[in-house]
C-alpha cells in the first residue's frame, strides 16, 4: 500500500512522547478568615479550641481581649442582662479632624455604639449594675458619652441599692473630644463617690489596657481592685515614663502582677476563674450587710 506524503510524519507523531509536559495547578484551597490564631508566644490557636479555653491561651496564659458582649456571656448569668442607654452615641462636637469617620468606622466593625456597655442582671443571682468597656471600639477611649454612661450607671446601682461591677479596658481619655473628654475623670468620680457614701460596693475588675484617664478616674476607685493576668495598667506608658525620668523601669512594671505585689490590685485573677470569684466577694458582701 502506497502511503499519501507526509502520511509517514503523522503516523510517528502519534507515537512520538513529548519530552517537557505541562502540570495544572490544583485551585488554591480557601482557609476561613479567623480560623487559627497566632498567640504572641507563636503558638498557633485554633479559634473555636480558643473560645472555649475562655480566649486564654493554653500554651502560655495570654489572655486575649474580649469584646464587651463576650465579657457580658462569660460574666452574667444567662438571659439575665438588660442594657442601660443603649440610643446614647458619640458626637464630633469639637469638629476634630478625621474623627466623625474614626467614628463610623469603629460602630461598623465592632457593632457598638460606644466604647462601653452599661446594664444591670444577675451574678450568680446576685443583682448587679455592670460595666464594661471595649477596647476594640478606638481602644476603649473615654469620651463624653463613655463617662456619661459609666456615671448614669453608678447613679442607677445607687438607685437600685445594689453593688456595681465595672470591667475597665482602656487607653485613656479620648483626645478627638478634648477637655470635655478630661472632665469625664471628675464626672465618674464623683458619681462612685455618692456610691461610697451609700455603703453599696463597687468591683472594679482591671483588663488589658488599663491606662491613662480610666485608671486615674473610675478604675482605680474600687472597694476591691481585681485585675487579669498580664494586664497593662497604668497612666503614662512606660516609654512616656523612661524619657521623663530617664531611667530603666523595672521587669514586669505595670503589668498586673507588678501591680499587686506594689499594693495597687487586691488580687490577679485568671479569666477563668473570675466569676467565681466575683460571686464569692458579692455573697461576703451580702452577709455582711
Not at 61 to 74: D, Q, S, V
Not at 244 to 250: A, C, D, E, Y
Amino acid at each position: 500500500m502506497v502511503q499519501a506524503p507526509g502520511e509517514v510524519g503523522t503516523v510517528f507523531e502519534l507515537f512520538r512522547k513529548s519530552k517537557y509536559f505541562t502540570v495544572q495547578p490544583e485551585s488554591k484551597r480557601e482557609i476561613p478568615e479567623g480560623l487559627w490564631i497566632k498567640c504572641r508566644c507563636r503558638e498557633i490557636l485554633f479559634s473555636k479550641d480558643l473560645s472555649r479555653n475562655y480566649k486564654v491561651c493554653q500554651k502560655c496564659g495570654h489572655h486575649f481581649r474580649l469584646t464587651a458582649w463576650e465579657r457580658i456571656e462569660l460574666t452574667l448569668d444567662p438571659d439575665s442582662f438588660v442594657e442601660f442607654d443603649a440610643d446614647l452615641e458619640p458626637r464630633d462636637i469639637l469638629e476634630f479632624p478625621g474623627y466623625a469617620q474614626k467614628l463610623a468606622k469603629a460602630q461598623e466593625e465592632t457593632g457598638l455604639r460606644e466604647a462601653v456597655v452599661t446594664g444591670e442582671g444577675t451574678i450568680g443571682g446576685h443583682r448587679v449594675v455592670v460595666v464594661v468597656m471595649d477596647a476594640h471600639f478606638i481602644m476603649g477611649s473615654m469620651g463624653t458619652v463613655v463617662g456619661e454612661k459609666v456615671a448614669r450607671a453608678a447613679e442607677r446601682a445607687l438607685e437600685k441599692r445594689v453593688p456595681l461591677v465595672a470591667f475597665s479596658a482602656s487607653g485613656g481619655a479620648r483626645m478627638q473630644e478634648g477637655i470635655l473628654s478630661l472632665m469625664q475623670m471628675g464626672k465618674t468620680a464623683a458619681a462612685l463617690g455618692r456610691l461610697d457614701q451609700a455603703g453599696l460596693l463597687y468591683i472594679s475588675v482591671l483588663t488589658d489596657p488599663t491606662m491613662g484617664g480610666v485608671s486615674a478616674s473610675f478604675g482605680f476607685l474600687g472597694d476591691i481592685i481585681l485585675a487579669e493576668p498580664g494586664a497593662l495598667i497604668g497612666f503614662a506608658g512606660p516609654r512616656v515614663i523612661e524619657q521623663t525620668i530617664r531611667q530603666k523601669l523595672p521587669d514586669g512594671f505595670q503589668q498586673a502582677e507588678f501591680l499587686q505585689e506594689h499594693g495597687f490590685v487586691d488580687l490577679v485573677v485568671p479569666r477563668n476563674r473570675l466569676r467565681d470569684t466575683i460571686i464569692k466577694i458579692l455573697g461576703l458582701h451580702q452577709q455582711g450587710e
